[in-house]
DNA sequence: GTCTATATTTCGATAGAC
DNA sequence: GTCTATCGAAATATAGAC
């Protein structure tokens, strides 16, 4: 999508229609048979934005996994996804201000899902006596930080690919909170 | 500055000239008479917030102190700056966009000269063998985002200080780095 | 479904009185 | 310097022909 882009270039409220229906080569008029407002097409981009960020943290947990191996994984999967569809996440972390109170609502839930995921990681992990951390909650906010701040510098020109930042953030993931090494 | 909270708070395009007249209580004509243009304003806001970063975390360096002491004591002392001007902060990192290209160039030589100074720390560290890092650079992305990203959730009513974030930041970042301990 | 044209609102900025 | 009033441009969204 077209708007896509936009929004995450430029901002939701710095992108006008008229950008959008150049982009995809159609006329503000035509548009609006696909959808009824901006901020539904806003609204539609960050719900499912935030949906697949939380599919891509939860999907790698495996039966039997140790909490090193699984804390890993996720902060892997988490800034892969962060790196490979920074567009689509700069949307997410930075244009909750124009949905809707109810479609900010919708999106919140899915936010605190993510958060208490990846604290429920690291206090398997504590109560295993592998990880050593200063507080869980405070941690699992640290670790939030580094996988989706990556959204906000990540450039596919940078020569980097998104898996060799995923796999530099579960090192420091696994750093940070102290797990006991191999 | 009333223009810095809407600014920070709905982001640089959705916050209206009037909304910044109401705030003050004067009107948008009474407004004009103290700055040119809002992105003059933009501007303004947006370099100072820059150069007060790059000053906090140059600023706590000393002569003879210890690679660790000196990458914590940046660490510390930029994410307090970040919790403690979130409202700033935010514009500084989330509103570059709205900036004119002459006035771009200007504050993305201050954040040059941020990530320089940062790599350069890690980079004593690391001659003088008591820091392993997977990479200068990318661990110095990777410390800049655990600070900078403080701006984007720290809110006042947390039950937390700048100061504390600060010093719980300042030990994740020796982590990171793989500082060796006293 | 897409076009052109436009209705309606709202924006940033200015004019002129005080 | 601040006010009221307003200009001119630009925004979202709609109307009606094809």
Redesign the interface.
Known sequence: MAAIELFA??????TKTRDIAARIGMSTGAMYAHFRSKEELLFEISLTGHERGFAALAGPTEAGATPSDELAAMVRAFTTYHATFHTIAKIV??EL??LTEEHLARVLEVRHRTSAWIEDAIRRGVAAKVFSV??VS??A??LL??C???A??YREDLG?TPAQ?GE??A??AL??V?AERA
């Open positions: 270039e430029q901002g939701y409220h710095a972390h930075y201000y124009g200063p507080g405070a941690v906010r640290a930080s580094l989706v701040d990556v906000r510098w980097e930042i530099l953030n090192e420091l750093r940070m102290g």
